[in-house]
């Protein structure tokens, strides 16, 4: 990739940024800020102390040895970020963020969410850095996920329901960037996965790359040697490209992405612009996004990450699907067999796992990155196995 693609957020033919001049101002500012602190050594510094002590970084990459022994092929690690505070990686991303917003001088942090689990991250750190925090939420949303609503509250922020439209995740991203256009000298717009406008899939990969960060460090201590693939779930992409990051130039390390059968971006999409960034998207009939559903409300979207769009398309990584069954019943194996309850957008790379482990060798080595825990899916998952 050339200097300029980065420094204008293109992957390839993906990734840019589509949005009105007001906004584009907006972003402007944002990039030149983030170019501005990212290698800041004070900035990293500040950063690292966080992750440590309030996120509780670095988390282990568990080796699975009932599984590895159960699926009889190659040694399964897992890379613990359901350990993390909170419950999932979404707070790397939260935490760099909102370091970035106190050195931009904001005051005030908006996002939007869908079930809440950004929502809710960010609404933490909020807390901590004593910062005004205001989450956009479709009305339909605020009532199925009430107690998400209530934890956001507990924790200090200001829930906005949206009635607007379709009153979904996609009406609140559009009275987020409202307020963005209107604030932004004062607000710092939070996004939470690898996706929108530049800087933010950039800007969201820098926060998650610590993941592989660590995880490589870790699998040389241990093993001696990179692993022959990671797997990881893609929602909008977030915890996948942190996963990927530091294996992308090692070219013998197999790169997984594994989607819902019912929301198959990557499998299935066609390029187009989704949300202000060109990339894979699902589209209908008419050429509108086409509504997705997963048992895993984590990965419920018809876009995906630019770079994710790129190295499907540059071939550099696979992505591939899981159904609903099989990932019901990885959520229940994981649990059995290693005493780890996964969240059920994690249940996908393990259920993938599952298939692919048992055809290679017992010295060959897979690295699943268990992105979250699954407490929060427990009353589904024990809705959905006594129907
Ligand atoms: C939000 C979420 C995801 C999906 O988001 P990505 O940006 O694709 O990582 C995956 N797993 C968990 C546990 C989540 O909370």
Known sequence: MSQQDVL??????FGGSFIPPMLQEAMDYLTAQFYKYKDDPEFKEELNYYLREYVGRENPLTFAAQLTKKWGGAKIYLKREDLNHTGAHKINNVVGQILLAKRMGAKRVIAETGA?????????????????????????????????????????AKVVPVTKGQARLKDAVDEALNDLVENYKTTFYLLGSA?????????????????SEESKRQILEKEGRLPDAVLACV??????????????????????GVEPDQAPTLTQGVPGVIHGFRCLVLLDADGNPKPTYSIAAGLDYPGIGP????LKVSGRAEYVTVTNEEVLEAFQELSRTEGIIPALESSHPVAYAKKLAPTMSKDQILIINLSGRGDKDVEQVFQMLNK
């Open 8 to 13: 204008e957020g293109y992957f390839g033919e």
């Open 116 to 156: 809440g689990q950004h929502g809710v991250a960010t609404a933490t750190a909020c807390a901590m850095f004593d910062m005004e925090c205001v989450i956009y939420m479709g009305a339909e949303d605020t009532r199925r996920q009430a107690l998400n609503v209530f934890r956001m509250e507990l924790l200090g």
């Open 195 to 211: 996706v929108g406008p530049h800087p933010f899939p950039t800007m969201v990969k820098h926060f998650q790359s610590v993941v």
């Open 235 to 256: 929602g909008g992409g977030s915890n996948a490209i942190g996963a990927f990051a530091h294996y992308i130039d090692e070219a013998s390390v197999r790169l997984i």
């Open 307 to 310: 770079e994710h769009s790129h």
